[in-house]
């Protein structure tokens, strides 16, 4: 059993920080394949642990939750249908985004969820403590054209009332049309404006430039217009992301279409300045893209499938920042997985997620570091059951004016199946005969090689220096080596794969 425990740390702000964005719900559910149980991240469980999820929403793509300041779960939304604390669809809240696309192309079938991977988010309205918008885009269906089969044409909210039902929330207001024009899909990025009580909502427009949306207690109305670059409707639609930083000063647009545009941010107008461009090699065809900041905003991590960069925003010219932090994915989970989606965690880590079934997950856990030291680790965070592929939730930034943006006292602890992964060596592999390992810098403890059932075939404890093992007894085939630190606190395990032949 994996788990993560909050170290005290004495820090009133660490504290008194804003958890609504604690609870991510994750994956696909038994309901629909008993091979990929729903997951869930509740970062506020004492200990943490990635857990099974009850309830029968799929969050395959459009993702969205919300707790309360103390993190605790309010309700969250895979943008088919609206569910409590308990897991069960609140009252009325089945039919969001219902339609053409919905009901004649996607089969009518809210198990599913529905499609977009940054399509969604939940905002607390300011004028009602316990009322809450959540902003969703729905799909048009245009049957019978080979172009503009499908498009975003205007974008709704449904509003829950957490003081219905017991305190467990019903939907009152749903798939209310409050803007109509070509929208790109993708990029729905809020952030809160400088008093913390009302927000801006920001969209990429076809054919070209931003939309800005301001909620206040007035409630949601169309603010202005940015003029930007053109977007191809087609190309640019759901290939990649758009990002705030924490800190709220810079926004950043990426895919590999486009390129990456990058902004200076003023919150206090939600205006866009002094525009950069990274081209990119465009691809012959959609190849999905993704971007998240580093908790102290200066970093930009940028993925498609099988590259990782690194861009440090202060650097001049803003390419010469531009680093490849991985290339591509040794030894995945499976073989086949691609990067999908990542995004920030209170815990101070991005998580980037498989794109395919997998029980692992990739993970930066030093993001404010430059180049290497970040400390990106494939296939880091071990989950406790295969997720199939899937989406993280798209929140706004909750802790823009707090001193610190995450939290770093979130760490790892004992656990009997998850761990957190490093990269070990091993060589040679193949190998008939020995192997010898090289033990990480400084550090004493316990060698074990695993079949791919899971059987030791190997143990050595109290390994001080390399070891050179004698493997010529072990059938041909792949197994696992891993190395466990004497006063491993954190709990890492150093693991390596290698072939045995005769």
């Known amino acids: 059993m994996f788990t993560i425990a909050l170290w005290a ?27 990929f149980p729903g997951l869930e991240f509740n970062f506020r469980d004492k200990p943490f642990e990635p857990g099974i999820r009850n309830g029968d929403l799929v969050f395959d793509q459009m993702n969205a939750s919300v707790c309360d300041k103390d993190g605790k779960l309010l309700f969250y939304t895979n943008g088919c249908a609206v569910a409590n604390r308990n897991h069960e669809i609140m009252p009325n809240g089945e039919d969001i985004n219902v339609g053409s696309f919905f009901n004649d192309f996607w089969g009518g079938d809210c198990i599913r969820g529905y499609p ?3 399509e969604i988010t939940i905002l607390k309205d300011p004028n009602f403590n316990k009322g809450y918008y959540i902003i969703h885009k729905p799909t048009t269906y245009n049957a019978g054209q080979t172009i503009g089969r499908f498009s975003i044409d205007s974008i709704h909210y449904s509003y829950v009332d957490m003081n219905l039902d017991n305190g467990m929330g019903d939907v009152t207001e749903k798939n209310v049309n409050f803007f109509q024009d070509s929208i790109l899909s993708s990029y729905l990025t809020p952030i809160s404006q400088p008093n913390n009580q009302d927000w ?40 990649g992301h758009a990002r705030f930083s924490p800190d709220g000063t810079r926004y950043a647009y990426f895919n590999q279409f486009d390129g990456l545009y ?62 490849v932090i991985a290339s591509r994915i040794n030894g995945a989970d499976p073989p086949t997985a691609q990067f999908g989606i990542a995004a920030l965690g209170p815990d101070c880590r991005i998580y ?25 680790v494939q296939n880091s965070l071990v989950l406790p059951t295969r997720t199939n592929v899937g989406s993280f939730p798209n929140f706004p930034r909750f802790r823009v004016d707090e001193e610190e ?14 761990w957190w992964r490093r990269d070990l060596s091993v060589y040679p592999s193949p190998a008939s005969e020995y192997v010898t390992v090289e033990l990480p810098e400084g550090k004493q403890g316990q060698i074990y090689i695993l079949d791919m059932q899971g059987q030791m075939v190997y143990n050595q404890a109290k390994v001080l220096y390399d070891e050179r093992i004698d493997i010529s007894d072990l059938a041909s085939g792949i197994y696992s080596v891993e190395f466990i630190p004497k006063q491993n606190k954190e709990r890492v395990v150093y693991t390596k794969r290698i072939t045995v032949v005769e």
């Open 116 to 118: 977009g991977p940054q």
């Open 352 to 376: 980037i997620r498989s794109k395919g079934s997998s029980t692992r997950m990739n993970v930066i856990h030093k993001p404010n570091e430059k180049g290497a030291a970040c400390d990106f």
């Open 405 to 418: 943006k995450c939290d770093p006292s979130i760490t790892s602890i004992a656990g009997e199946t998850v």
């Open 9 to 35: 740390v004495g820090m009133t702000n660490l504290i008194a920080q804003n958890k609504q964005d604690y609870y991510w719900p994750l994956g696909y559910t038994t309901t629909l394949d008993p091979e």
């Open 262 to 323: 990058l902004y200076d941010f003023d919150r206090s107008d939600a205006t866009l300045n002094n525009e950069e461009h990274i081209p990119w090699r465009r691809p012959e065809e959609g190849i999905f893209s993704t971007c998240e900041w580093s908790p102290n905003s200066r970093f930009l991590y940028l993925a498609k499938w099988d590259t990782l960069w690194q861009l440090d925003t202060h650097a001049i010219p803003l390419e010469s920042g531009l680093e």
């Open 200 to 239: 801006w909502i920001m969209n990429p427009v076809f054919p070209s430039g931003y939309v800005v949306f301001s909620l206040t207690e007035n409630g949601l109305e169309l603010f202005h217009r940015l003029d930007g670059p053109t977007w191809d409707e087609r190309k640019s639609s759901s290939a």
